[in-house]
């Protein structure tokens, strides 16, 4: 399945890279601006009760108790319902001025910043506060603080703030990974397919580049000019190919004729023979330069112009008519097995050329065979035609080497071809988008033309 295909995906990892990256950095600013407000409204509330505790110090140093005493009780009483805390106390811990009711016995007479609950004595409920403690030069205590409950619901809000942001971060950094992986994909997607439709044909196609200079555009001009260089050295190679096929024809034609008006004109038994042997042989040459001149044509996608729609059944019965009889008399059997109605659109002439091949190879080799099947379905998008026999068959170590150009698997028993039927079907199905295949028939060989299914 292709989930499992993931991990090995380098478009996947690329995503994950991307989003851990994104998130990481969002989550690193998102914490760090939390961490620095709250250390922002500690430093503050340290602040008020330093400064608190110097102005109570310097009364109590400009009057003593009674000046200490009295600035408390006038600061209270102006800050009534404030945030401030004091506490007054004599050595022992007993209160004289404040607003605590007791010296609260886990803070020690000397302490630095703690937060605790406690109640004021004006307050029905304990309240969350920082407090310092210092002891005074007669001994007596002072406790001074402030309600910190505030800043803690201001940290609370900002820590919920935080999450949400870094929620929102996550999805918008998941978002961003994979619009990058995607339109990346997409540029990738964009090259694979000029080189799935160069690989099948079509030498013309090039990447689409948009001129940004970047590493894709870079990519494309590199991969288009060697495109060009390709479709030159090609383009070169079947003019090569198919001047010479052509070229040859003329002469060979020409041969031909004298040799049979030789064969008409001697009357020398062996003469004649060895006359017969060159006809046939030079007629085994024309075959060749005939099929050269077609592979040629269909690798150069000529002919897709001439795409019709086509009757699949109306097809091979057209064949089994025009094959039928040379059939029966080499003691086979020619039938159809199609599988369902099938129109598609194809070059009627090539398939036609290349079923024959295919037919004629089954005369030739199905030794002590009596039946071929001429099959047609639907698959995978697909139309797949068979050419079936019961014959010996092909081992299926050597149908790479059956679909070789030229190749011949037994050259010692002497049956004419070319060699470049099979690489004529081979051809025919890549015009049409397509293959070839071969399998065991038990017994026999059956041979599949895949064609792109094209209605």
Same mark, same amino acid.
């Given at each position: ?45 340290? !602040? ?352 790479? !080497? ?54």
């Amino acid at each position: 399945m292709r989930w499992l295909s993931l991990p090995r995906s380098t478009t996947a990892r690329f995503i994950v890279l991307a989003f851990m990256l994104q998130f990481a950095v969002t989550g690193g600013v998102l914490l760090f601006v939390q961490q620095a407000s709250k250390r922002v409204l500690d430093a503050e509330q340290h !602040e008020l009760v330093r400064e608190l505790q110097d102005e109570l110090m310097a009364a109590w140093h400009a009057g003593g108790e009674p000046e200490l005493r009295q600035i408390i009780e006038a600061r209270l009483e102006t800050t009534h319902g404030g945030a401030e805390v004091i506490l007054y106390a004599r050595p022992d811990g007993k209160p004289i001025a404040g607003n605590l009711g007791a010296w609260p016995t886990v803070i020690a007479p000397r302490a630095d910043w703690r937060s605790i609950d406690l109640y004021r004595t004006d307050g029905e409920r304990p309240e969350r506060m920082g407090v310092v403690a210092m002891r005074l030069p007669d001994g007596s205590r002072l406790l001074t603080g402030h309600v910190i409950e505030a800043n803690l619901r201001l940290v609370r809000v900002n820590r919920e703030a935080i999450l949400l942001a870094l929620l929102a971060g996550l999805a918008m950094s998941l978002l961003g990974a994979l619009i990058m992986g995607r339109l990346i994909s997409r540029k990738i997607q964009t090259v694979a397919a000029t080189a799935n439709m160069v690989g099948d044909g079509t030498l013309s196609e090039r990447v689409v580049t948009d001129g940004s200079g970047d590493a894709f555009d870079a990519l494309g001009r590199s991969i288009n000019a060697m495109l060009d260089r390709i479709e030159a050295l090609v383009s070169q190679l079947r003019l090569l190919t198919d001047g010479l096929a052509h070229d040859l024809r003329s002469p060979v034609t020409r041969m031909k004729s004298l040799i049979e008006r030789a064969i008409v004109d001697t009357r020398d038994t062996a003469t004649l023979s060895t006359l017969e042997r060159v006809s046939a042989e030079v007629e085994t040459l024309l075959g060749m330069l005939s099929t050269a001149l077609q592979i040629s044509r269909a690798e150069s996608g000529i002919g897709r112009d001439r795409f019709a729609e086509i009757d699949v059944a109306a097809l091979l019965d057209d064949l089994v008519e025009i094959y039928g009889p040379l059939a029966e008399d080499m003691g086979f059997t020619l039938q159809t097995d199609v599988r369902g109605p099938i129109r598609t659109r194809l070059h009627r002439e090539f398939v036609s050329q290349a079923i024959g091949n295919l037919i004629e190879n089954a005369l030739k080799y199905a030794e002590n065979g009596n039946r071929i099947v001429l099959g047609a379905s639907v698959s995978a998008g697909q139309v797949v035609l068979t050419v079936a026999d019961n014959g010996p068959g092909i081992p299926a170590d050597r149908h790479e !080497e059956a679909l070789k150009r030229f190749g011949r698997l037994d050259p010692a028993r002497h049956i004419a071809g070319s060699g470049l039927g099979l690489a004529l079907v081979e051809a025919v199905a890549r015009l049409h988008n397509g293959g070839i295949a071969l399998s065991d028939n038990a017994p026999g060989l059956c041979v599949a033309l895949s064609l792109q299914h094209d209605i």
